[in-house]
């Protein structure tokens, strides 16, 4: 796990977008909480929620030289091929842009997906949302820009143009009716709540007066 950590860090280390070391180490805290209530492979759940940034087209442009980057880390860690295949299928299925209707086919895939989905959500997935705004230029708000509510490819989600307020309505107070655990369920809903006062309260102050 340790030689693990150390690829994953070096691989991550410049991210300024929120998804460095410290999201993946959060994500696998989680990871293992819910995986612990549930009764899940916890060693499946620690590896998948480590590496499941190495693929993400947001940080790497070519999708399937990360992903056969990250089986010859498994392989080269000695991972069982079936727990490789399992990691393997989780970390390609897991992503809210590939299709956020779309079903974990196991419990860790469940569990792992849930843990990084609630890292979105709450305090946390405040300020990433600003941080991933800010790297990528876009506005904190702009009532011109209205959220985008239709079903959108990824190419649309990835492409268009969005802000950091709209993220919320476009994306993470979906986030808590998608759980699929109870244990993320329960977390998610505390979070959520946190949200929406938020955005309530920053749309309030955007037109200069106090929340009612």
């Not at 490789?84 to 897991?94: K, S």
Request: proline letters at 1%.
């Amino acid at each position: 796990m340790k030689n693990i950590e150390k690829i994953v860090m070096e691989k991550l280390k410049e991210d300024s977008t929120g998804h460095d070391w410290a999201h993946i180490d959060r994500v696998r805290k989680l990871a293992l909480h819910i995986g612990k209530i549930e009764g899940a492979n916890l060693k499946i759940c620690e590896i998948a929620a480590l590496v499941h940034d190495l693929i993400d087209d947001k940080l790497f442009s070519d999708e399937d030289a990360a992903l056969q980057e990250v089986v010859q880390l498994l392989e080269k860690e000695e991972i069982e091929k079936k727990e490789m295949d399992q990691i393997v299928e989780i970390i390609t299925t897991m992503s809210f842009s590939s299709g956020p209707q779309k079903g974990m086919s196991t419990l860790e895939g469940e569990v792992v997906q849930d843990a990084d989905r609630l890292d979105a959500l709450g305090a946390m997935g405040i300020a990433r949302t600003f941080m991933y705004s800010g790297a990528k230029n876009q506005a904190m708000y702009d009532p011109a820009i209205l959220a985008r509510t239709k079903p959108m490819s990824k190419e649309e989600y990835r492409q268009g143009k969005s802000t950091a307020i709209n993220h919320f309505y476009e994306k993470l107070f979906k986030l808590k009716d998608l759980m699929n655990t109870d244990e993320g369920l329960r977390i998610a809903e505390e979070r959520h709540t946190f949200m929406e006062q938020f955005v309530e309260q920053f749309l309030a102050e955007w037109e200069g007066k106090d929340v009612q």
